[in-house]
């Protein structure tokens, strides 16, 4: 059974360019969390997807944008880099939608570097 | 809004020793409480929650922790560390249905 998978693993952009970041939830997940972790610090939630919609979202500019596939799988869209986008950028999946009750399972994550 | 201090960045510990990992939090309703482990190159991976029910918490890999409400704490224990042990642990709160707060982490060093 694969878990949560991430694509690439690495990444460098430089500042004004767009990034897409690509998530697969683990199997019979229906639900995708993206969270942001800056170097030294805890993940902070940028979004969460269910049902193709977005449901949740965390104090990110629109600049970060994603969509949910009708198979789960999600995207993480992120506009106009700057610096301090450089970060690892991890997805969650879980099931059935949203509850802080039911178990999230992380991926390895994505190393974004903007220079 | 929901917050989470982790008292400590850095724990060194030698092999074999036991260790506490201190977390507090700070809500105004009932919460959740979790914490995670992340080893190095690696997603996080739950060690273990609370939900409701008896403060001391069981998890994985011989981890526990006990929700002392009086205290707003919610600290992380193991009798005895292995080197394998070595990781980053977060302590996590949320409310119902609401979004998860992370804090800054504590880095474990475990020392032969």
């Known amino acids: 059974d694969a878990g949560v998978t991430q694509s690439p693993t690495h990444l460098i952009k430089t500042r004004g360019q767009q990034v897409t970041l690509r998530c697969s939830p683990k199997?019979?997940?229906?639900?995708v969390s993206w969270y942001q972790q800056a170097l030294g610090q805890g993940p902070q939630f940028i979004f969460q997807y269910y049902e193709e919609e977005e449901r949740q979202r965390g104090n990110f500019p629109d600049r970060f944008s994603g969509h949910q596939y009708p198979n789960y799988s999600s995207e993480l869209n992120v506009n106009a880099l700057l610096l301090g986008d450089s970060a690892l950028y991890l997805c969650?999946?879980?099931?059935?939608?949203?509850?802080?009750?039911?178990?999230?399972?992380f991926g390895p994550g994505t190393r974004l570097t903007v220079l | 809004a929901q917050s989470v201090t982790q008292l400590d960045s850095q724990v060194p510990v030698f092999e074999e020793a036991p260790v506490e990992l201190r977390c507090n939090y700070s809500?105004?309703?009932?919460?959740?409480l979790f914490w995670y482990v992340q080893y190095p190159n690696q997603g996080l991976q739950l060690l273990l929650k609370y939900l409701s029910g008896s403060t001391l918490v069981k998890g994985i890999n011989g981890f526990e922790a006990e929700f002392n409400k009086s205290q707003t704490s919610f600290h992380l224990r193991k009798p005895s560390v292995h080197i394998s042990d070595t990781a980053e642990y977060f302590c996590?709160?949320?409310?119902?249905?609401?979004?998860?707060?992370f804090g800054k982490g504590t880095r474990l060093h475990i020392l032969p």
């Open positions: 809500s105004s309703v009932s919460v959740y």
């Open positions: 969650a999946s879980s099931l059935r939608g949203y509850t802080s009750y039911n178990e999230q399972f």
């Open positions: 199997s019979g997940h229906d639900t």
């Open positions: 996590a709160v949320s409310r119902r249905d609401d979004k998860i707060i």
